[in-house]
């Protein structure tokens, strides 16, 4: 029986073939959509429950903020594409416990906060919130989306030392581009998506590369970089994050796993202790490639 995403993918197909205009409007609302929201899964409960929460006014929603830890350090955490911050709690535990603060948001319609549609500059908006809170980030961490509203953040309003980008891609290029393969979409249909996308934002093409594209834009020098991907990622396959690496040459740092995917990555002892080193100190190290078996 075809999935509920095979379905929407035929859906828009046929459309189409009718009128491109319909099809790239059709998947243009198909990839903005946030919906399910996801909810907290049950292993991640307790470190959910023991963050200090706060509310924040992004888009017109009041957004659920977290914190967690006193250190004198802090991480921002930013979740991906219909994900929740406590997606991170393995990754909390351990920065804690290394006496980080951690700090992170459920974005618009996302997780535990309300509103009914966001996008790419909300997550900028609560970054730039929090770092009013908090004070300047030693790191900011992004999966999947996430990492490229990190390496947004960091190259525009929200600077930072390192820069960790899991599961990620440079530009929403990348993403858009796997979603029009992954529901087979014509080439007139993505004409209009991505038409439909660069209104969204207010942006021409120039402006677009110029605000999210961080391997033709690359981090300010004095920021490290540590990218973290799995090789069978089924939902961003590694090719962008490997781009972004070498845009990045001397001062980025190299993780594949395999077998963890685009989400159990999280989980994955050998990223949590990636990224636990790579805060400790070992920026600016030569480029290295480490694997990580499945649990």
Do not use: C, K
Request: glycine share 8%.
């Amino acid at each position: 029986m075809p999935s509920l995403s095979e379905l929407i993918a035929g859906g828009i197909r046929l459309a189409s073939t009718v009128s491109p205009s319909l099809g790239g409007d059709l998947a243009y609302r198909a990839f903005f959509s946030t919906a399910p929201q996801m909810p907290v899964h049950p292993r991640d409960a307790a470190t959910h429950a023991d963050a200090q929460t706060t509310t924040l006014r992004v888009n017109d929603a009041d957004i659920t903020a977290y914190e967690w830890g006193s250190g004198a350090r802090t991480v921002l955490l930013l979740h991906g594409w219909r994900g929740r911050a406590s997606q991170f709690a393995p990754l909390v535990r351990e920065l804690v416990a290394e006496g980080f603060r951690v700090v992170s948001f459920d974005a618009p319609a996302h997780g535990s906060s309300a509103g009914r549609r966001t996008d790419m500059r909300d997550w900028i908006e609560a970054a730039e919130q929090l770092q009013t809170a908090h004070g300047r980030f030693d790191a900011i961490i992004g999966h999947s989306f996430g990492a490229l509203a990190a390496l947004t953040a960091a190259r525009a309003s929200v600077p930072t030392d390192t820069v960790v980008a899991v599961s990620g891609a440079a530009s929403p290029a990348a993403f858009v581009e796997e979603f029009a393969r992954e529901f087979r979409l014509p080439a007139a249909a993505v004409t209009r998506m991505e038409r439909r996308f660069r209104d969204r934002l207010g942006v021409d093409e120039r402006q677009l590369e110029e605000t999210y594209d961080a391997v033709r834009h690359p981090l300010p020098d004095s920021v490290d970089l540590l990218v973290v991907h799995d090789r069978a990622d089924s939902r961003m396959p590694d090719a962008d994050s490997l781009r972004l690496h070498a845009a990045h040459q001397g001062r980025s740092r190299l993780l594949r796993t395999e077998g963890f995917g685009h989400t159990r990555i999280l989980r994955a002892d050998a990223v949590l202790d990636a990224v636990i080193e790579q805060l400790q100190g070992a920026g600016r190290a030569a480029a290295e490639t480490q694997s990580g078996s499945a649990r």
